[in-house]
C-alpha cells in the first residue's frame, strides 16, 4: 500500500512542480528523489515496515513476491530516469507532465503486483495504460508518434473491452470477484462454471494484448517504433513485466482451478510457439535497430509466458530474474538508441572505433538478451526453460525456445557486427561523462546478476 499512495502522491507532487518551477533540470532532479523515496519506502515494507496502515478488504493482497517485484520495477524506472532524463527534457515543454504521467505509470505498476481482485487488476491495468497512451504521443511534431499513439489507444481500448466482458462472465459463473474464494470449500459454487471458462479465455485474450504476446502483437511493432525512443524504452519494460505479475497472478488462482476443465497448458505451449516464431523470425529481416528491438521484445514476451506456462517455483523466481535482466538490458539498448542519429544497422557502424564505451556497454546488453553466458539474461532463459522441465510434460517445447533463442542470437549480433566489423562514421549526440558511468554501472550490475545470482533472489527470501 505504501508504494502505491507514495507513487500517486509523487505523481501528483511533479503536477504542482510544472507550474510552480520553470527549470527543467529541476524536474528531472525531483523525479529522481521521488524514486529513491518510493525504492526506499518499498523496501521498507518488503521488511515489514509500512507507514500507511490502510484496509483494502481483501482487495489488494501484499506478498514478499509482490513486494520485491515492485523493487525491480521501481529501481528500473530509477536507472531509465538517470539514463535517459536529459534526452526525456529536450522532448518537449511538458517534462513536468511527462515525469507525471511515470509516476501513474508505476502506481499501477503497484497494484498489479498487489490486486485480489478483479475489478483491482481492471483499475491497475487502466492506471497503467493510460499515461502509456499520452507518452507514446508526446512527440506531436512527428506524425509516427500521432499515429502510434491512436494505435494504442484503439487497441488497448478493444482489449480493455474484452477484458471487462471476461471479469463480467467470470462474476456470472461464480458471483464474486474475489481471487482467493476456495472452490467447493466456500459454498458459493462448485465445480467448474461454463461461464468461467469463458471469462478466462476473454481476461487470457485481453493480457496477451498487454504483454504483445502473438497473435495479439500486431500493435507493438507500429507502436514502439513510432514512440519517442525514450519512451518506448518504458513501455516496453517496466510496463510489459507488470502485466506479466498480473498474469501469472490469475493463472496461478484462476487457471489452476479450471485446469480439470480444460487444458491450459496447451494454450499456453501453442501461443509461446506462435510468439516465438513471430518475433524471432520478423526480427531477421528489420533494417532499423529500433523496430528490431520491437520484434525481439515480442520474442522475449514469448520467453516471459513459460512461467505462466509451468505455474511452478523455478518459473515464479524465473520471471522476476528475467525482469530484472530484461529490464536493465533494454533501458540500457534504448539509452545508447536514443543517442543515435541513425538508428538503422548501418549507423552502427564503426561505433566502436569512435565511442569505445558505448559499443562496449551496447554489446553486453545485447549479449544478455540473446541469453549469453556470464550475463543476467543467461539464466533468466535458464530459469524459464527449467520451469518447463520441471512440469515433466512438454519437453519438446524446450527445444523449440532453444531453436528461436539461437535465431535470436543472429540479428542481435548483426548490431555486434556493426560496431566492431564495418566501418563508418555514426553520428551520436553528444556524450556526457555521467552517461557512460551509468552505461559501464548498468552493464556491471548484469554481469554480476549473471554470475552471482542469489545477490537478487536474496532479497526475495532473506
Not at 70 to 98: F, P
Not at 442 to 458: H, S
Request: glycine share 8%.
Amino acid at each position: 500500500m505504501n508504494a502505491i499512495i507514495f507513487s500517486a502522491g509523487f505523481g501528483v507532487i511533479m503536477m504542482f512542480c510544472s507550474f510552480l518551477i520553470s527549470n527543467k533540470s529541476s524536474y528531472r532532479h525531483i523525479a529522481v528523489v521521488g524514486l529513491l523515496l518510493l525504492l526506499v519506502v518499498n523496501v521498507m515494507e518488503t521488511n515489514g515496515f509500512d507507514i500507511f496502515h490502510i484496509n483494502s478488504y481483501g482487495m489488494l493482497s501484499y506478498t514478499r513476491f509482490g513486494l520485491f517485484f515492485n523493487t525491480i520495477a521501481i529501481g528500473s524506472t530509477l536507472i531509465y530516469v538517470l539514463l535517459t532524463g536529459k534526452d526525456i527534457e529536450r522532448l518537449g515543454n511538458y517534462v513536468a507532465e511527462y515525469f507525471t504521467l511515470i509516476f501513474f505509470v508505476l502506481c499501477g505498476v503497484c497494484i498489479l503486483s498487489s490486486y485480489n481482485n478483479l475489478l483491482m487488476l481492471f483499475l491497475g491495468i487502466e492506471i497503467l495504460s493510460i499515461p502509456l497512451y499520452i507518452l507514446t504521443g508526446s512527440d506531436k511534431r512527428n506524425l509516427k508518434s500521432n499515429e502510434a499513439s491512436l494505435k494504442y489507444f484503439l487497441m488497448g481500448a478493444f482489449s480493455t473491452g474484452l477484458m471487462l466482458m471476461g471479469i463480467a462472465l467470470m462474476y456470472g459463473g461464480t458471483g464474486t470477484f474475489s481471487l482467493d474464494v476456495v472452490r467447493s470449500q466456500t459454498g458459493l459454487y462448485k465445480g467448474v462454471s461454463f461461464l468461467e471458462i469463458i471469462g478466462l479465455l476473454f481476461l487470457m485474450v485481453s493480457m496477451a494484448f498487454k504483454v504483445s504476446a502473438a497473435p495479439f502483437h500486431f500493435w507493438t511493432p507500429d507502436v514502439y517504433d513510432g514512440a519517442p525512443g525514450v519512451f518506448t524504452s518504458f513501455m516496453a519494460t517496466v510496463a510489459k513485466v507488470a502485466a506479466f505479475v498480473a498474469f501469472l497472478k490469475l493463472c496461478y488462482v484462476r487457471m489452476t482451478a479450471t485446469s480439470t476443465a480444460i487444458d491450459w497448458q496447451l494454450l499456453f505451449a501453442i501461443i509461446i510457439i506462435t510468439t516465438l516464431l513471430f518475433g524471432n523470425i520478423t526480427a531477421v529481416f528489420q533494417q532499423s535497430v529500433k523496430r528490431m528491438l520491437a520484434y525481439s521484445s515480442i520474442a522475449q514476451a514469448g520467453f516471459m509466458l513459460f512461467a505462466l506456462f509451468s505455474l511452478n517455483d523455478f518459473g515464479s523466481k524465473g520471471l522476476l530474474m528475467y525482469s530484472a535482466a530484461y529490464c536493465l538490458a533494454t533501458i540500457g539498448l534504448f539509452a545508447v538508441l536514443v543517442k543515435m542519429k541513425d538508428v538503422t544497422f548501418e549507423g552502427y557502424n564503426g561505433l566502436a572505433k569512435t565511442q569505445p564505451v558505448l559499443a562496449a556497454t551496447n554489446a553486453i546488453f545485447l549479449l544478455s538478451l540473446a541469453g549469453i553466458p556470464l550475463t543476467a539474461g543467461f539464466l533468466a532463459k535458464y530459469y524459464m526453460l527449467a520451469s518447463v522441465i520441471a512440469t515433466g510434460s512438454y519437453t519438446w517445447l524446450v527445444v523449440i525456445a532453444v531453436l528461436f533463442a539461437a535465431v535470436s542470437v543472429y540479428y542481435y549480433f548483426r548490431v555486434v557486427q556493426a560496431m566492431y566489423f564495418k566501418t563508418g562514421d555514426p553520428q551520436t549526440e553528444p556524450i556526457t561523462g555521467s552517461f557512460k558511468i551509468g552505461l559501464i554501472a548498468l552493464a556491471a550490475i548484469i554481469i554480476i546478476i549473471g554470475v552471482l545470482p542469489q545477490t537478487l533472489f536474496n532479497w526475495l527470501y532473506f
